[in-house]
């Protein structure tokens, strides 16, 4: 699947980069990408999007500070520069992307306040779908970071064909600081959507039994909302598979170990479905990158990757037909894609969510934060007499 990223503000441009990154070092050319920001240092801190895709907004603004947490701040500079942004994406080349991805911490001013307004801008110009990957903060962050959020997020959800979501308090260890955290949540996440949207391609690995290419992924985002990707990842043994050493041996005993041999496969054939099966289990039981009551989604797409000789079609039919017995909607697509690797990884999309307490608390701070700044609004500054005359107007 071709993507097309925005990195949008500082948490948005580190990601992406980090896409890029390890696009690079598979030697793959699937993803394109720029970043965008009202700060200047965030946009120098990147290593692997180039110079001239970094995007650089509200400079007559903020003078390339930023816009800190003012994520209104970060929408309206937004509204007055899409031209900019939309020009430095025509001109990266938008001729043959299946998809666009924005990306973006949704607590901070930047990406939180610019991601919607960019959403729609793209909508009135391109035909393809427009996706969100959007960051939650953890509660720890602050009032105003979950403020920010959920205001974002009620717009995202109107304006994006589908928005997916990593809440960094479900992923956080206990006793980690949320700074020192950050890369590794960032490694998580490309690892978890860097196999979901490479689905399809062509590598060294061949072509899979069951393809999933970009209209499986798109079909099974189409009902928009918000979406969750669960992740599952297995070593690959290779105990039993070894060649018998037995050419030339008396005819007896030769045929006695081909006869061996031939049940070790079927067996080893048993074994890769239930891993299958286990691994996908596992993908959807654990930890999702918004933890949601998964019965209440309505699509949901199923992908096994890893090498061909683990990849099993009867082991991938069964996990799908787990998935569509353990969600609301009936909609369950699925494949492999197979890879030269140590390890198969099952990636399990749910489309279309309807219940995750993340969210119901995030509205709750949000609307708690909203009364108290209308308190604050409320309480007039001290004054003096206004009697006295002032030293000058």
């Given at each position: 699947m071709r993507i097309f990223f925005v990195g949008f503000g500082q948490a948005g441009g580190k990601i992406v980069d980090m896409f890029i990154e390890q696009d690079k070092k598979l030697g793959r050319n699937s993803f394109r990408a720029i970043a965008v920001n009202t700060a200047r240092t965030d946009l120098m801190g990147l290593k692997h999007i180039e110079l001239k895709d970094r995007i650089l907004i509200g400079q007559t603004v903020?003078?390339?500070?930023?816009?800190?947490?003012?994520?209104?701040?970060?929408?309206?500079?937004?509204?007055?520069?899409?031209?900019?942004i939309i020009s430095a994406?025509?001109?990266?080349?938008?001729?043959?992307?299946?998809?666009?991805?924005?990306?973006?911490?949704?607590?901070?001013?930047?990406?939180?306040?610019?991601?919607?307004?960019?959403?729609?801008?793209?909508?009135?110009?391109?035909?393809?779908?427009?996706?969100?990957?959007?960051?939650?903060?953890?509660?720890?962050?602050?009032?105003?970071?979950?403020?920010?959020?959920?205001?974002?997020?009620?717009?995202?959800?109107?304006?994006?064909?589908?928005?997916?979501?990593?809440?960094?308090?479900?992923?956080?260890?206990?006793?980690?600081?949320?700074?020192?955290?950050?890369?590794?949540?960032?490694?998580e996440v490309v690892r978890r959507f860097g196999v979901l949207f490479r689905a399809g391609e062509m590598g060294k690995a061949g072509v899979g039994e069951m393809v999933v290419d970009s209209s499986e992924i798109i079909n099974t985002?189409?009902?928009?909302?918000?979406?969750?990707?669960?992740?599952?990842?297995?070593?690959?043994?290779?105990?039993?598979?070894?060649?018998s050493p037995v050419s030339g041996i008396i005819g007896g005993i030769k045929s006695t170990l081909k006869k061996r041999e031939a049940t070790e496969e079927v067996l080893l054939g048993e074994d890769r479905t239930a891993k299958i099966i286990s691994l996908v289990r596992r993908a959807m039981l654990g930890r999702l990158t918004l933890p949601c009551d998964f019965s209440t989604a309505e699509r949901a797409l199923v992908l096994v990757a890893?090498?061909?000789?683990?990849?099993?079609?009867?082991?991938?039919?069964?996990?799908?037909?787990?998935?569509?017995e353990n969600i609301a909607g009936v909609e369950v697509r699925g494949g492999d894609y197979p890879v030269n690797s140590n390890y198969v990884a099952?990636?399990?999309?749910?489309?279309?969510?309807?219940?995750?307490?993340?969210?119901?608390?995030?509205?709750?701070?949000?609307?708690?934060?909203?009364?108290?700044?209308?308190?604050?609004?409320?309480?007039?500054?001290?004054?003096?007499?206004?009697?006295?005359?002032?030293?000058?107007?």
């Open positions: 903020v003078k390339g500070h930023g816009v800190g947490t003012d994520n209104a701040a970060g929408a309206r500079i937004t509204m007055d520069e899409a031209d900019s994406i025509d001109r990266r080349g938008t001729h043959d992307v299946d998809a666009f991805m924005i990306v973006a911490g949704l607590g901070g001013g930047t990406g939180s306040g610019g991601t919607p307004v960019l959403v729609r801008q793209l909508k009135k110009i391109y035909h393809e779908p427009v996706y969100v990957l959007g960051i939650l903060p953890a509660p720890e962050e602050g009032k105003l970071y979950s403020f920010n959020a959920a205001r974002s997020l009620t717009t995202l959800i109107k304006e994006a064909d589908n928005t997916f979501v990593f809440d960094n308090s479900a992923w956080k260890n206990e006793g980690e600081s949320i700074k020192s955290a950050f890369s590794r949540l960032n490694d985002l189409r009902g928009g909302g918000i979406s969750t990707v669960g992740y599952a990842i297995a070593a690959v043994t290779t105990a039993g598979r070894s060649k890893g090498p061909p000789d683990e990849l099993d079609r009867k082991g991938i039919e069964k996990a799908k037909s787990w998935v569509e099952a990636v399990v999309l749910l489309s279309t969510i309807g219940t995750a307490p993340r969210i119901r608390e995030l509205t709750d701070i949000a609307r708690e934060t909203k009364e108290d700044v209308a308190r604050a609004e409320e309480r007039k500054p001290l004054t003096i007499d206004e009697d006295i005359e002032p030293l000058f107007e």
